[in-house]
Each structure stands twice: as structure tokens, then as C-alpha cells.
């Protein structure tokens, strides 16, 4: 089958899976076993399975890139599995070791190379998953759990993302609290943002902007599955710092880019009043969101109750272009990889 063909033809994002999966399993009293390559297909679950019920589930997403001379490279994959880790420590669950992880994303990408596409700004979009497997009612950790990666080739994730996002202004609605599981890549986070989700849809726009509230005043969180930067007038870039917020392994790239172009990037609570009245007044002269989806998408309108702000005159700013370049170049290959961020993959 021609594997580019066939998936360069689906454009919407997750439908179309490799042939293959990855497994290893956990149980509290053995440890993990090593990962074995499966073919792709349905999995066996108790009824009474921790996941199904309590919700204990939690993943990443990250991307492998066709290179210029055909090989391919993920981004950073070790940031994934700490954050795999850390989500997994948040909610009771087993912690995979790092390298068990990196053997089982690399060593699906390689065994379906083939599905990496060559179609530009195409990518393998990875999705590693640990579920709490084990059949028992009662409400406690799993002491059995299941850690599978499989894999989806992704074009777009927003149709359209580089011509603007729209976000909704959500007062209604966080994604997180402080001491919740908002740092965490959990399940029930995004279960919690669907109804959100649509409502913003509803609205016109692509995703919700949260806010966190944190003594009785609200501060801007993130957009949907994206983080979110500021570009003051004074040429500083902002972002909401880690706390509620997931730590991004975008974000963290973008902040070490800025770093090097001399911006000072700063880390900081940014009040949502202020942060609307500073894009209304031109004082946040561009916006933009980051995720390993999405990469670096400008976002153009703020869409608050019947309020709708227009951010760097309706257009993608030059920070977020340039950003959005240097990322893409060295995620493709196209710019050197200064920071050996990339993890070539073997394909033979
Ligand atoms: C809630 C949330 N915030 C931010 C991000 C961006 O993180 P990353 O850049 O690692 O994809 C994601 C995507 O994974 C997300 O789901």
C-alpha cells in the first residue's frame, strides 16, 4: 500500500492509525515489562477497570519529522516522558521509566517508517497512553496498568491556524485550580473542556482562552491544547508561568528561542483584565499559542461575551513568524539543530 498516498489524502487530524502499537505492562508487585510491537488493534479491558471509572488515564503527544535527506527525527522525546512521569506521579500511577519510553516511541516510528510523510509541514503525530487497568471498584490506584504508544500521520491540526486562532474568552469555565491536575496530561482534563469547547465552536472560534482564578482575581491560563505567549511593545515576551499550566515541551522551546534572539522571555501571572484591556490598547502587540499540534499559531481575535478584540491588526506578528520559522526549520531540518533537540530515528 502506498502509505504517503493514502494518508497525504486524510486531512482530519487522529483517524488514521499504523500498523502498528506498543505495549508494556505494569503490575505493583513485578515492576514493568519490556515493550512489545503489536499489531494495531482493539484492546482487552476489564469492565471494572480502574480507567473506565475513576478516570486514571494519562498521555502525551509528540511528532516525528521527515527530514531533507529522508531520515526521520522526534522532538525532544525526553521531555514527553518526564512529563509522562510527572502526570502519571499526579495521579497515583506507575512512572515509566524514561528510556523504556524513548525504546517504545522509537521503536514504533521505526517499524512504521513508511507512515511518516513527506508532504510539507506533514508529520507522524506519536500518542503514548498509560491506563490503570486494574478490575476493582473499589476507589484506590490501579496496581495493574497498560502503557501503549501508537501513532496517526497529521496534517493541520486547526484548519486555517496560520491565517489566525480566535479565542473565546471563557469566565465560565477553567480548564484548572490551583492544587488541581491542570500540570497534568490527564484524561479528565480534556473531558472537563469539551462542553467549553463547543461552545466556543459555537461561537466562531477555534479554542477557549482560560483563566485561573488564584485570590479572587482571574489570570490567563491556556488556550485549549495550547500554551499562550504575549508580545509586549516594549519587544517582552510573556507566558503564564508552570503551576496550573502544562509544561509544554513548544513552550519551552520558544521560550529558549527567544532567549537566544536577546527577549528576555519572562515566565509570569498575567491578569486577564489587564491582559484584554492591554490587546484592546495595542500595549500586547501580538499573541500567539504553542503545542505540539498546532506548533506556533498566531492567534488573531479575542472573542470576549459580545467584545471581540482584534490583536496586531488581524495578522500574524513578525515574533511569531520568526518564531514560528526557526521552530519549524529545525523541527524539519531545515536550520541546523544548534540545541540537539532532534532524536534520529532508525529506519533500517
Ligand atoms: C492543555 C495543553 N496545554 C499545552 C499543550 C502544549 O504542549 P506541547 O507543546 O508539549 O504539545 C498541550 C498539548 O499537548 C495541551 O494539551
Known amino acids: 500500500m502506498n502509505r504517503t498516498t493514502q494518508l497525504e489524502s486524510k486531512t482530519a487530524f487522529g483517524e488514521v492509525f499504523t500498523d502498528h502499537m506498543i505495549l508494556a505492562e505494569w503490575q505493583e508487585d513485578r515492576g514493568w515489562t519490556d515493550i512489545q510491537v503489536l499489531p494495531f488493534g482493539d484492546l482487552h479491558l476489564s469492565p471494572s477497570a480502574t480507567v473506565l471509572h475513576y478516570g486514571q488515564a494519562v498521555f502525551e503527544g509528540l511528532k516525528a519529522y521527515r527530514q531533507p535527506d529522508d531520515s526521520i527525527a522526534l522532538f525532544r522525546p525526553e521531555h514527553n516522558a518526564a512529563r509522562l512521569a510527572a502526570s502519571a506521579r499526579r495521579l497515583a500511577m506507575p512512572e515509566l ?3 523504556l519510553f524513548l525504546r517504545a516511541v522509537t521503536a514504533l516510528v521505526s517499524v512504521d517508517h513508511r ?10 503525530y506519536v500518542r503514548p497512553f498509560l491506563l490503570g487497568n486494574e478490575g476493582r471498584l473499589g476507589v484506590g490506584p490501579a496496581r495493574r496498568a497498560t502503557f501503549h504508544v501508537i501513532a496517526s500521520p497529521s496534517g493541520d491540526y486547526f484548519a486555517n491556524a496560520q491565517a489566525g486562532l480566535r479565542l473565546f474568552v471563557s469566565r465560565e469555565f477553567s480548564r484548572a485550580g490551583v492544587g488541581g491536575t491542570g500540570a497534568a496530561k490527564c484524561g479528565g482534563n480534556y473531558a472537563a473542556s469539551l462542553l467549553p469547547q463547543r461552545e466556543a465552536q459555537s461561537r466562531g472560534c477555534h479554542q477557549v482562552l482560560y483563566s485561573v482564578e488564584r485570590d479572587g482575581r482571574r489570570f490567563v491560563d491556556e488556550c485549549g491544547t495550547m500554551n ?6 516594549d519587544g517582552r515576551l510573556l507566558t503564564p508561568e508552570l503551576g496550573t499550566v502544562l509544561d509544554g515541551v513548544t513552550r519551552r522551546a520558544v521560550l529558549e528561542l527567544a532567549a537566544g534572539r536577546g ?12 491582559f484584554l484591556v492591554d490587546c484592546a490598547e495595542g500595549r500586547i502587540t501580538e499573541v500567539f499559542a504553542t503545542g505540539t499540534a498546532a506548533t506556533l499559531a498566531p492567534v488573531t481575535h479575542l472573542v470576549d461575551g459580545s467584545q471581540e478584540v482584534a490583536i496586531s491588526g488581524a495578522d500574524a506578528g513578525p515574533v511569531t513568524v520568526a518564531l514560528r520559522e526557526e521552530l519549524l526549520g529545525i523541527q524539519f531540518g531545515t536550520l541546523p539543530d544548534a540545541h540537539g533537540w532532534l532524536l534520529p530515528v532508525p529506519t533500517k
Do not use: C, N, Y
Not at 115 to 124: A, E, F, M
Open 97 to 99: 521509566p524514561t528510556a
Open 115 to 124: 507512515w511518516v510523510p513527506s508532504q510539507d509541514g506533514h508529520t507522524l
Open 228 to 233: 499562550i505567549f504575549a508580545v509586549r511593545d
Open 263 to 274: 527577549m528576555s522571555p519572562l515566565e509570569t501571572h498575567i491578569e486577564l483584565e489587564s
